[in-house]
């Protein structure tokens, strides 16, 4: 079966560091655009990063600079890499596969981050 | 960054109505516009791609059309299961960009 599975959202402080996972079964990760998407609380949602098959990446001009986006081929996981949190970063994180690097057909369950002191 | 711009924001409709929903790209994305249902606590889920294209498991009832900058999702029959929120997303270039979101209320 083809999912998606993210984990690690949490209360953080501003300007801590959080890592997200997103654990992928039924594909593999290193094969497919790769995407991280999030939804502040009441809004709509936000494109956040990409990572090609081929491994580059890129970022909304919002997160450069602070959140990386990595992927374990052994774990068959993407990873999200989230620095110098603001509190404009809360959000759900979805993880999300994009066929052909267009639309994105299969979705995570989110994780929640709230970047608050 | 390209400005995708739905409308109506939010929309009460009856079960059996027909909707339309629209969505206009600040420059022209071909066919590159998908479109989006998301129900309350639950992510989104895909039912058209590439403007026009049926997804598997998605009811008839919904169907895309539209190229370069306007386009339209169309609900044809309105069942009470189709109140959410409805976003369309352009994939032609980066950043990936998203509507506003349409709510419908079901009345």
Redesign the interface.
């Known amino acids: 079966e083809v999912q998606l599975v993210e984990s690690g959202g949490g209360l953080i402080q501003p300007g801590g560091s959080l890592r997200l996972s997103c654990a992928v079964s039924g594909f593999t990760v290193s094969s497919n655009y790769m ?1 991280w998407v999030r939804q502040a609380p009441g809004k ?4 956040v990063s ?1 990572i090609y098959s081929g491994g580059s990446t ?1 970022y ?2 919002s997160v450069k600079g602070r959140f990386t986006i990595s992927r374990d081929n052994s774990k068959n996981t993407l990873y999200l890499q989230m620095n110098s949190l603001r509190a404009e970063d809360t959000a759900v994180y ?1 993880c999300a596969r ?1 066929l052909g ?5 299969i ?4 994780t929640m981050v709230t970047v608050s002191s | 960054e390209i400005v995708l711009t739905q409308s109506p924001h939010f929309q009460s409709v009856t079960p059996k109505e027909k909707v339309i929903i629209t969505c206009r790209a600040s420059q022209s994305i071909g066919s590159s516009l998908h479109w989006y249902q998301q129900k309350p606590d639950q992510s989104p889920k895909l039912l058209i791609k590439y403007a026009s294209q049926s997804i598997s498991g998605v009811p008839s009832r919904f169907s895309g059309s539209g190229s370069g900058t306007d386009f339209t999702l169309t609900i044809n029959s309105l069942e009470g299961e189709d109140a959410a929120t409805y976003y369309c997303h352009q994939s032609s270039s980066l950043p990936h960009t998203f509507g506003q979101g349409t709510k419908l209320e079901i009345k």
């Open positions: 995407s709509g949602l936000e494109w990409v890129l909304a001009d979805y994009a690097g267009a639309a994105f057909e979705w995570g369950q989110g």
